[in-house]
């Protein structure tokens, strides 16, 4: 790939984050909750329950970010944190009832932003765009820059 492409490649990419960016600011932040929070809600809702180092791998934060982003959740009575009987330094966050709400209207809200986004798309182009986004998932797993 010659200067010129990965040029491309990072502009559009750079304008495809910030146009997400803006959903998540103004759709995802509901309840209060910040994007961060809220990214941790889902993870937390999809997985049930989940440690807090796992979480905090999952959305490449430390562990001392993803504590305080569990800190304010925590206030806020959207999640519980439990630690093992054994190991005290082993923490489970799971969503509380309300932490539950917010989950279902967040994942209702990005369910129908996303079809719409896809439903744009023309048919034909679908399965393209969905394995050439997979592809580039892939390369940004396998070459980390910074």
Same mark, same amino acid.
């Given at each position: !790939?010659?200067?010129?492409?990965?040029?491309?490649?990072?502009?559009?990419?750079?304008? $495809?984050?910030?146009? $997400? /960016?803006?959903?998540?600011? &103004?759709?995802? =932040?509901?309840? /209060? =909750?910040?994007?961060?929070?809220?990214?941790?809600?889902?993870?937390? /809702?999809?997985?049930?329950?989940? &440690?807090?180092?796992?979480?905090?791998? $999952? %959305?490449?934060?430390?562990?001392? =970010? !993803?504590?305080?982003?569990?800190?304010?959740?925590? +206030?806020?009575? *959207?999640?519980? @944190?439990? %630690?093992?009987?054994?190991?005290? @330094?082993?923490?489970?966050?799971? *969503?509380?009832?309300? /932490?539950?709400?917010?989950?279902? &209207? #967040?994942? &209702?809200? !990005?369910? +129908?932003?996303?079809?719409?986004?896809?439903?744009?798309?023309?048919?034909?182009? @679908?399965?393209?765009?969905?394995?050439? %986004? +997979? %592809?580039? #998932?892939?390369?940004?797993?396998?070459?980390?820059?910074?």
């Amino acid at each position: !790939m010659n200067t010129k492409e990965s040029h491309y490649l990072r502009e559009l990419i750079r304008i $495809l984050v910030r146009n $997400l /960016g803006i959903l998540e600011k &103004s759709e995802a =932040t509901c309840c /209060g =909750t910040t994007v961060a929070q809220c990214h941790a809600i889902v993870e937390i /809702g999809r997985a049930a329950e989940i &440690s807090l180092n796992e979480l905090a791998e $999952l %959305l490449s934060l430390d562990k001392s =970010t !993803m504590s305080r982003t569990i800190n304010n959740l925590v +206030q806020s009575d *959207l999640v519980v @944190r439990e %630690l093992h009987p054994e190991d005290r @330094r082993y923490v489970t966050i799971k *969503l509380t009832e309300e /932490g539950l709400k917010v989950f279902k &209207s #967040i994942e &209702s809200s !990005m369910e +129908q932003y996303y079809k719409s986004i896809f439903s744009s798309i023309p048919e034909e182009k @679908r399965e393209q765009v969905l394995e050439s %986004l +997979q %592809l580039l #998932i892939d390369a940004a797993k396998e070459d980390k820059c910074c």
